[in-house]
């Protein structure tokens, strides 16, 4: 028989597989001397066996029992004892901390017997009967199923009864009704007594705990976070501390330097004769921690030193929590604590100063998430009033605008020039128009996979969604929190970071940290610019992946550059087509049925250019001396021409009228015949540039000649040429031969290098061959992944995806962050055929995923030669970068 | 140095990677000790060399003068005597027969001294002259590059001078005169003089040849057909004999068995004192071979004798070219010959009879796309007339129709109820809808990759184009052949598998072996149903492979079991929602914004499911035993929705005059609200089924009543029930517990399979996963082809496949045969993976693959278990699967 309990004295804090978080940090605490109520901890292994068995495995209760006996040896009070019982806690503690599990059991132990006993030894029976209630709530909630308002009508009727208005105000007789009324709710939901065994008790908490990992919400919550269904929770049973007993006892919880700001020295609240349970109630306020110097000399000293300590020992930020009971204190939990991402950056760097932890380990502790979330500009807290309500904080930004309650009427007050934010219950593919249309979205319900939310982020749009004190009556254009009421047209302010919502409009300011990439000198000493500045350094210094931006006009590449790219990975040609240009890509257009249509076509693309080549000439200004990598034009042609629909009203109201539609006749004939029934399946591309003649060769044209004209002038242009959508190396030979015929002509350059975008499945499976006519490779991921998962993002962010986020068919959108098993598969087999094809040729990614960190850590992985994102991402993805690099590092794991 | 060249003595007929088809045959017939002319092959490898270096490789001149003058020796004559001169041909001929390259020369060693001595030695001089004339000709046009018409003015204008119509009256001294004129043509268009050394004339032929190679059609032929571009042809070069030296020679072509029929006894062609290339030119009628007994009877004898020896040598039908010289036969070229469909069949059963061949064999020696053109229904030849025309049998089939000129006409005609021909010059997307309209499609232009081939093909409909007699004028909607004139609204009929244009309406009957596999007994033994027969009983004992058919309605599931299919591989459920039932359909999208959506949708799945389980029972009996794969529903609804379009003007219009557009504005409505970029990449299979509650689940409980109301009479119904779309795993999970819920619910039946079509390119990439859920794996090759390539077959078809095809980007459309490379690869890895992870996971294919021949060797190969096609293409896939079987079997190379 497995061994499945361990003393608290036998863990650590490295053993999480097997004793969960909770129970490993406890074990850890007890190692270090300080001081823990004995315990012990049930591993997941044992849960792992009655998950498989659908039965508590043999022999576990006896090695429990055995446990039990050491505590109750080194306490010298035993479970049941009717004179000196010994009271225990449950607590559930997976690898994971996961919500949906059963959380908590205190108190186990007390019957009708030993309640008496507990009376007499704390000498406190009001205390014991209050601790007995609370065993009969809480064990009949979460061991039993027992509807928890059950319990709180009759403490409700008993408070009434009594005419007092907190639970604290209940007498010792009224708390013995008390116990009597639970006792028959008890009964009347599970058909039994309570159990008057402790040790059933006992054995039936650990079972509820166990069978707490397969509840639906859990089940469904791992799915999400992707955490695997078998790894079973750990149960932890530690002998009861009471922070309940009277003024000389109290609880807390406490940081080891300041969560929020990062600012050191410790941070924390303290409630004097109370449990745990009722800090989270708020039934009274909390004082700060310094004022327990007041209260116990003695134990804030104590607990100072504790958690010097522990800080040392787990070399960071830790959390705890304690109770004091009578003037002794006991530590209940520790673990490393949660907190800002200001406060990340600004401890990481102080704990390299104190010579805590290198800049490698550093670098680990701050995310790219966080530095994302920094950049964001944010709201003037100072001017900010109180907010109107909070939601959840579904995709960051901070958005002003008058509210709206349908999305035709955000379409159309956003037409007319205001900003207005879209306020619905809950948004639905309708939503769509007004959510473009809208600075940001608020909904009263839904969480973080809710359709606004998923949309919202698909758009990086600001969005607060589940804000559930707002009462939305869409019918009346208006919402009421609080007897407040907001009408359409009024202005609201939403903080898509916080889920805060404001009334009125609340002054936004750009963050210091985007002035800081800005170039902009802080004013002053500044601890958290200082800590950015010292990581971005390290990270630069560390990362192997160089990083570039995805930029299409000299403004882009400046600022991207300012922002620290070291080139452009995509620079597209197409918004170059648009505006006043759109007249002649519509000539070019209807060239083809023109009589000399080769004759039309070549003068429509002769007017093209010069127009093309100043553009290039702007942006090789802005990169010189940089890569920049410019990628043919790649949609449908017929992108450029109105909508059909827009034209078919148009020519049918004209004829029904009898008029003459005149040139929206001939304009709806050539959007009819290039019309597509899957455009992003159709004529784009490769293909186009294969299909229409001189079309391609008048981009290489105006590429060759304007680094030809930058070159002359002194300065140093490296344009690369990269073909979209190629799906086999025939495609890009075919181009790579007119163009380089092109580049010949014009001369005086320096090798101009050929490359392709891999974004077809096809391209990744041939890549080998593929590597043949190219001299790079750049995936093109959001095409890769909705042609390899099938879903255009424009269709299925509004359809289905919300619905799959919350089945947990995804955890993330893989248009937010590389679906590694599959897309990302395609990625890797690619990159290695190429590679073995062509050992020098350059691999990178123009995704949007190029600035996702959690991507960025795959491609650093799999040993791509750099990312290219949009240039305000360029931070995160240097930073992530250097997080791979050094977390690679540090696990022996760098590929290439 | 290597040797590169070979005296045909040292050759034979496997060494046809050296010595190209043609050599390594004569090679075989000399070692057979056939009067074949002596000669030697320059090797494959000496072209590779000449490639390779630009230039003639070192030496090589010397080993072919060192064999020239052994075949002098041999002879008794020498190049260039000039008493006694030996005369050469040059011919190319690498591995695979290529047009495009450089084809023949003859009578080089002719100058102006030898062709004195030439003439004296024959005793002929008019033979001397006429001789040297023809080399001038085919010396400049092939060698240097002279355009043929040039020569052909000046023969034009000799003979219009000598008042003569035919070559074969002028006269010698007209001959003289015409040797100048053709000299004056070659020294004006080369510069130089027509050079009068022998060697140098076989060398800038050897050298030609060399460079015949890489001429733009060779190689854009060798991109399309796949053949590589390194293989390099041989040069064959054999000593001259003459049939034109009289009545007693002559020249022919023939055949050891008919190649039309398969009938057994020699048939061929002869035409006395004649050369080969004056068979070709047409200028006199031939012969048939037997009229040879009577010319020369010793020849005639001789020749049978040949034949029948060739014939027992390469055990099958051989074709062959003779001339005969003053009474001598000489042979000068044999190969396994050409044959119709039906011959191939006829004599593959013959030979076996013969006892020359195995059963293995004869299967290996017909193939699916002959049977499959021995199915189509064909037209009455007996009341056929002569054709109008014959152009490029671009896609099969028989087709009666009446003209029109333009595709807005045929849709028109056709939906009057007329059947129309769509006749253009060449078609381009603008045709799309008159050719869906069309029964066929007939152009006056363009090959077999030409626009209208392409997408006729990809239609399945009948089509002949590139007749270049037709002189097409859509502007007088007509056109003309030789004078007769076709209007609009005249009958024609065409046969797409013999490109044959008929005037009026021929009768088209089945084809005789189509009644065959319908159960027809032919009437009285016919050698083709006999052999047909007697192959596909040894091909359904040799395959390994089930073989399935798509099919979605009793009749097709008859049809198909007729036809031999063993179960249903693919039963679309997508057909059973239109007609009446659209109404259904409607209901069940529009109640999505019904004030009870859930009651309305409840309401509509229960209305439609009687309905479907009638569909299923009468599938399920037509197939009663067998397996049927029944697919949930895969199109997106809007799809059952009239178009965008058409409602967007009908309501346009009614608003325009003021009027309340009614019903079509409701409709208008969903259609905008389910509006999809990209249907094809939207809303649509295992996601629809997630997203619309009760949708699947009604289908799957029709498919378990029906089977179930089936066994309850005592049938053995076999549903398995397949999910579509599926990318990951977690989709399938959830179908897979609703549909068992149900099924357990329902009862009373065997297990039903649960399985996935992998048909999205991620789930190829994580097949090992979605093993884990699915019993069963079908590939939907057409969306993995378009998912893969990133192309759907809808829009490319039409716009750039036929450019594609002309590039020589495909060889072949990957529609319509498996592109094994990309879109193989990935079905590869998913059997594979899907085999490790459960190894009795069944796999089939149910895209049109399915009924490729290539593509059914490609999944043989590979292991799988099935293929399913259309009820038509069942004997198809039942033959290649056993052709599959055996050529593996044969190879040593089977894989499971």
């Known amino acids: 028989m497995p061994k499945y309990v361990f003393d608290f004295v036998e863990g650590g804090k490295d053993l999480k597989d097997l004793l969960g978080g909770k129970g490993a940090n406890l074990a850890e605490m007890t190692r270090l001397g300080l001081p823990v109520p004995p315990g012990f901890t049930i591993s997941t292994e044992a849960c792992r066996a009655y998950l498989a068995g659908g039965t508590v495995p043999d022999g576990l209760f006896d090695q429990v029992n055995a446990h039990l006996q050491l505590v109750e040896e080194r306490l010298g009070k035993a479970l049941g004892d009717p004179a000196n019982p010994l009271l225990l806690s449950v607590r559930s503690g997976g690898k994971f901390s996961m919500p949906g ?31 007995y209630r609370r065993l009969i709530g809480m064990f009949g909630k979460t061991v039993c199923g027992v509807p928890g308002e059950a319990f709180e009508h009759e403490l409700d009727a008993h408070k009434s009864h009594a005419g007092v208005a907190t639970d604290a105000e209940l007498s010792t007789a009224d708390l013995r009704h008390l116990v009597d009324a639970y006792k028959k709710v008890f009964h009347d939901h599970t058909g039994r007594e309570f159990p ?43 002998a009861m501390v009471f922070g309940n007993l009277g003024p000389d006892s109290g609880t807390g919880v406490a940081f080891t330097r300041d969560p929020a700001t990062g600012v050191r020295g410790v941070y924390g609240d303290y409630l004097a004769n109370a449990q745990g349970e009722d800090v989270v109630a708020g039934i009274r306020n909390t004082v700060p921690l310094q004022e327990l110097e007041r209260i116990d000399r003695h134990s804030h000293h104590q607990l100072l030193s504790i958690m010097d300590k ?60 966080q530095l994302a979330q920094l950049m964001f500009p944010r709201f003037d807290r100072a001017a900010a009033p109180e907010p109107l309500a909070v939601g959840v904080p579904a995709s960051p930004g901070a958005a002003s605008g008058r509210v709206v309650f349908d999305a035709a009427r955000a379409a159309e007050r956003a037409t007319a020039g205001d900003k207005v934010i879209l306020v619905r219950r809950e948004t639905n593919p309708d939503d769509l128009p007004g959510m473009i249309a809208a600075q940001g979205i608020l909904t009263s319900r839904g969480g973080k996979t809710s ?90 210094r560390s990362r192997r992946m160089e990083v570039r931006a995805n930029a299409d006009t000299g403004g882009d590449a400046a600022r991207a550059r300012r922002f620290g790219a070291e080139g452009i990975g995509l620079c ?58 410019v990628r043919l034009i790649d949609p449908p042609l017929h992108e450029f021409l109105p909508p059909l629909e827009e034209l078919t009203a148009k020519v049918a109201r004209a004829e029904a009228l009898g008029q003459d539609p005149g040139r929206d006749g001939a ?69 790579r031969a007119e163009a380089e015929r092109i580049l010949d002509e014009i001369g005086g350059l320096p090798h101009v290098r050929i490359g392709t975008m891999i974004e077809v499945p096809r391209a990744a499976v041939t890549a080998g061959e593929i590597a043949g006519a190219a001299e790079f490779f750049s995936f093109g991921t959001n095409d890769l992944t909705q042609l390899g998962w099938g879903f255009s993002r424009d269709d299925v962010e509004g359809t289905f995806f919300p619905r799959y986020l919350g089945m947990g068919i995804f955890g993330v959108s893989p248009f937010e962050s590389l679906d590694v098993p599959g897309v990302g598969r395609l990625v890797r087999m690619a990159a290695d055929e190429g590679w073995a094809a062509r050992p020098d040729l350059k691999i990178g990614v123009c995704g949007e995923h190029g600035g996702d960190p959690d991507s960025i850590h795959f491609f650093h992985a799999i040993g791509l030669d750099y990312v290219s994102c949009s240039p305000f991402r360029v931070p995160v993805a240097r930073l992530e970068a250097g997080r791979a690099a050094v977390a690679s590092a540090a696990a022996g794991s760098d590929s290439r």
């Open 101 to 131: 599990m059963m959380d908590t059991v205190l108190d186990i132990g007390l019957t009708d017997v030993s309640v008496q006993g507990l009376a007499a030894q704390s000498g406190d029976p009001r205390f014991a009967w209050d601790s």
């Open 196 to 238: 008057q065994a402790p040790h059933e008790q006992l054995y039936l908490a650990i079972e509820a705990v166990f069978k707490s990992w397969n509840t639906e919400r859990a089940v469904l919550y791992r799915r999400q976070e992707r955490i695997p269904q078998d790894l079973g929770t750990a149960v932890n049973v530690m």
């Open 310 to 369: 522990l800080e040392h020992h787990y070399r960071d930020l830790c959390d705890i929590e304690f109770t004091i009971e009578r003037g002794k204190l006991w530590m209940l939990q520790t673990r490393v604590g949660k907190r800002t991402p200001a406060a990340a950056f600004t401890i990481a760097a102080q704990l390299v100063d104190e010579g805590v932890i290198d800049l490698d380990e550093a670098l680990r502790r701050v995310t790219g998430a």
């Open 451 to 540: 359709h606004a939310a998923v949309v919202a982020r698909g758009m990086g749009k600001t969005c607060v969604c589940g804000a559930d004190a707002l009462d939305v009556d869409t019918d009346s254009a208006r919402f009421t929190v609080d007897g407040t009421v907001v009408s359409e047209g009024d202005v609201v302010s939403i903080d898509g970071a916080t889920g805060e919502v404001f009334l009125g409009e609340v002054p936004v300011h750009p963050s210091p940290v985007a002035r800081y990439f800005e170039g902009e000198e802080p004013a002053g000493q500044d601890a958290l610019l200082d800590a950015v500045h010292r990581l971005m350094l390290h990270a630069d």
């Open 572 to 629: 597209r040609t197409e918004h170059m087509f648009l505006g006043e240009r759109r007249a002649l890509v519509e000539r070019l257009i209807l060239a083809e049925t023109a009589a000399d249509a080769d004759g039309e076509r070549e003068a429509a693309l002769a007017a093209l250019l010069p127009l093309q080549r100043a553009d290039f000439v702007e942006i090789f200004e802005a990169m010189d001396g940089l890569p920049v990598t």
């Open 667 to 735: 304009l709806l004939g050539a959007v009819r015949r290039m019309h597509e029934q899957n455009p992003m399946l159709g004529l784009r591309g490769v293909r186009l540039g294969l299909v229409v003649p001189g079309l391609f060769a008048m981009q290489v044209r105006a590429i060759a000649e304007a680094a030809a004209d930058c070159a002359a002038r002194g300065r140093s242009p490296r344009p690369e040429i990269m073909v979209p959508l190629v799906a086999a190396v025939q495609e890009l030979e075919a181009v």
